[in-house]
């Protein structure tokens, strides 16, 4: 429920000026601009600083995440490929997706799916441009708004990397963004966050993107991973993680880049992003101890990975529940998400046997799905959550139910049709010869470590 | 002259090393490898996915001496290395020809 954006208002200003310095004096034009809400430079601030660290949980907090789980000859392909795929969503985004997104409402019956076509290579938009927050007259500069925008779409895109690594050609990768983001990101997008769009008008709550960015990414990696289909030998040689020390620092990055992530999409520097600061303390924490207890429980060893993997399901779990639930529902949240996440990645999958290589969707996407509808139950105030005292917890379940479900429905198709492209193009697969070779010699000739 | 080769825990390197010191051994090679014996590997867990490390890290020692002194520095080794647990290592000991010192040219007993 994050950028209420207020079309309207931006392009009214500058509207109005030029009518203003047709028709009326010098001082009309004074008055109308001292009407317009002028960004607070604390917010500026903390939004500048937000945006660069969403940027940081990618580069290189993503990249070390997903890189030292997989093995040595393939360590370079992964940074590549989350690196690469980062560029290019920055440019589909400043190109055509902020405006897809987030620009003036697309004609109807479009409208409540996509935005229309008119911030193509954002036109109009400018220094002065603002974006509106969720104070009224609280508005920062519109670029920054777009900044932060497009590091989500850009982490998004990468995480649905981590259910293909080790296999999949970098042309098939870079050809696959390019279908994927108009098809699946940005309607999800639009639909969460424009003030026009789908989930928006039926009240789903999702705070930082739990439904835009986990189970949207963490669905499109588990089609992917079966559409690609497994690892040579998956199940039968060793795919132990090459370096574990990488992993770990990866998720101190990505935890430390969650704030922005979270507590900078209030908007502002206020209580709301607090609230959303201390969740993603308290919920990360919760879920890093959970996945050890869960591991223990179930007869092995309080692993490295098994507290990595926590930390990073606890952050999936209170994305939307951020500024939507007090910080003991989130404590809750992260840790029944973690065991959660635990039993998907240790337990079913293995059974299913399809090769979800990094576990983009035991985590992201069964950790997104039970953020979406636990944030339903810690919003409640009786449980110290921020809904309002009159709160319907069952018709809010209902309504993140159908948010979920549609996420999971339309990340689905787009992710098929988006590889189904990516296959006529590229082919896909690397060949048996250059995966047994590894990725870094074979699609990038280099080799990570030349000790 | 006797080679002696020792295959032990990789931990207990700092101890072995004491103990050749002990018994005036000057020359030691050291080698990261690899293998199994009774142990049978190890067994290791990521997120559920169990892998079965049959071959387990090891070092493997090499040291020459002169034939009196081969079994005194095997037994050294086999107290400094002992743990008492499975994978502790093997020792063995083999005869050599020939020695050279390739900075001076002496040969055999000198060249060690």
Redesign the interface.
Known sequence: MKPRFDVARRIAFPAALTLAMALLPAAAIAQEAATTPVPNKGDTAWMMVSTLLVLLMILPGLQLFYGGLVRTKNMLSVMTQIGAATCLAMLIWVIFGYSLAFGPDAPAPFTPFIAGLDRLFLAGIGPDSTAATFTKDVVIPEFVFICFQMTFAAITLSIVLGGIVERVKFSALMVFALVWMPLVYLPIAHMVWAASGLFFVMGALDFAGGTVVHINAGVAALVAAIIAGKRLGYMKDSMAPHSLTLTLVGTGLLWVGWFGFNAGSALEANGSAALAMINTFVATAAGGLAWLAAERVFGHKPSALGLASGIVSGLVAVTPAAGNSGPMGAILLGAITAVACYIAVAIIRPRLRYDDSLDAFGIHGVGGIMGAIGTAIVYAPSLGGPGPADYDMMAKLGVQLAAVCTTIAWSTIGTLVALAVAKAVTGLRVTTEAEREGLDLAEHGERAYNL | MKLITAIIKPFRMDQVREALMACSVQGITVSEVRGHGKQLGQT??????E?H?NLVPKLKIEVVVEDQDALRVAEAIAAAAHTGSTGDGKIFVSHIGHAVRIRTGEVDETAL
Do not use: D, F, K
């Open positions: 290791e867990v990521y997120r559920g996915a892998y490390l």
